[in-house]
């Protein structure tokens, strides 16, 4: 169980741990971070599937994906810094790392 007694200003982004330019000292300024992470495979499907929730044909999710967000989702598990808590999630679970 976790407790807490102070402000707690949660921030969420793909990018917050990237080690690039523009981005790798932002870390600094968090006490704690959280990397959660998948096979590229299964947020591929997640990501498209959320494309045509919102009434985009299959085919343009799927250029979308290859053209947007797989790039960002390579880039971001390939060239991260290290999170404190590190989640794998697969098959609906989140696990420790």
Same mark, same amino acid.
Do not use: C
């Given at each position: ?5 102070q ?8 990018? =917050? !741990?990237?080690?690039?330019? =523009?981005?790798?000292?932002?870390h !600094?300024? %968090?006490?704690?971070?959280?990397f959660? #992470?998948?096979? +590229?495979?299964? =947020?591929?499907?997640?990501? +498209?599937?959320?494309?045509m ?10 250029? %979308?994906?290859?053209? #947007?967000?797989?790039v ?6 390939e060239?991260? !810094?290290?999170?404190?808590?590190? !989640?794998?999630?697969?098959d ?5 790392k």
């Amino acid at each position: 169980m976790i407790y807490v007694n102070q402000d707690i200003v949660l921030i969420e982004g793909n990018y =917050l !741990l990237l080690d690039e330019p =523009l981005w790798q000292d932002i870390h !600094l300024l %968090f006490d704690d971070t959280v990397f959660i #992470s998948a096979q +590229i495979k299964e =947020l591929e499907k997640h990501l +498209i599937e959320r494309k045509m929730m919102g009434g985009t044909p299959y085919h343009q999710a799927k250029q %979308f994906y290859q053209n #947007s967000d797989g790039v960002n989702v390579k880039r971001v598990l390939e060239h991260s !810094l290290p999170a404190n808590i590190h !989640l794998y999630y697969h098959d609906y679970l989140y696990q420790q790392k």
